[in-house]
């Protein structure tokens, strides 16, 4: 069964500057990868996704997230963050054929004026 | 295009109560989940219909959770008798169809009915 792990429960940044959150998976099988952004007392919103081909991929509100299979990541970045970027972000992943959508425990992500 | 809708959004009830949440899916998606988030978790998937059938409930706790999904639109989740764990947000969500999540098959998301026991 697929699993994922997000290695930050908070990151606290400063405006304008860069941020990176990590997530890992582990799935014996290829995977689908997503992140997910919840912002306060709102459902979620899908933030980008990897299917296939380039594992640079290019999600909305300029963030953009890296499929790296050898070391089982898919981290999320943001050259430089706003202060409506504060929310809660999750990493969720699909294994190929499945149904099944498994989310991490999620990263509060909190910028700082 | 509207969104998923979900009904209550908010919800305070006692311990050993019922109540019931209500779902709409965005218009022609085949596929609805009902997902759990406990403050400070992530979602967690509780059962998923296909049009009116079940695909997955292995994570519902049935004997006090029950979901229906009418004529393979709306969907209802109940609770009863609903216990202090029970607090958390209840997501829906509905995909254009079945099978694995992939190109053209998103999951979308409402923004969730808020439920607290006391």
């Known amino acids: 069964a697929q699993s994922v792990t997000q290695l930050d429960s908070q990151v606290p940044v400063f405006e304008e500057a860069p941020v990176e959150l990590r997530c890992n998976y582990s799935s014996s099988v290829s995977v689908y990868l997503f992140w997910y952004v919840q912002y306060p007392n709102q459902g979620l919103q899908l933030l980008l996704k990897y299917l296939s081909g380039s594992t640079l991929v290019k999600g909305i509100n300029g963030f953009e997230a890296e499929f790296n299979k050898s070391q089982t990541s898919f981290h999320l970045r943001k050259p430089s963050v706003h202060i409506s970027d504060t929310a809660e972000y999750f990493c969720?992943?699909?294994?190929?054929?499945?149904?099944?959508?498994?989310f991490g425990q999620g990263t509060r992500l909190t910028i700082n004026p | 295009e509207a969104g998923v809708a979900q009904s209550p959004r908010y919800k305070i009830i006692e311990k050993r109560q019922s109540v019931a949440f209500w779902c709409n899916p965005i218009s022609g998606h085949a596929t609805l989940y009902w997902y759990q988030q406990i403050l400070g978790q992530g979602p967690k998937l509780l059962i998923q219909?296909?049009?009116?059938?079940?695909?997955?409930d292995s994570q519902l706790p049935k004997d006090r959770f029950s979901a229906e999904r009418l004529k393979g639109v709306d969907s209802t989740l109940k609770i009863q008798p609903a216990k202090l764990e029970d607090s958390a947000v209840y997501l829906c969500a509905s995909s254009p169809r079945g099978g694995a999540q992939g190109p053209g098959n998103t999951i979308y998301f409402g923004e969730g009915s808020w439920l607290t026991v006391v």
């Open positions: 969720a992943v699909s294994e190929r054929g499945a149904q099944k959508l498994v």
């Open positions: 219909f296909q049009n009116n059938g079940v695909v997955d």
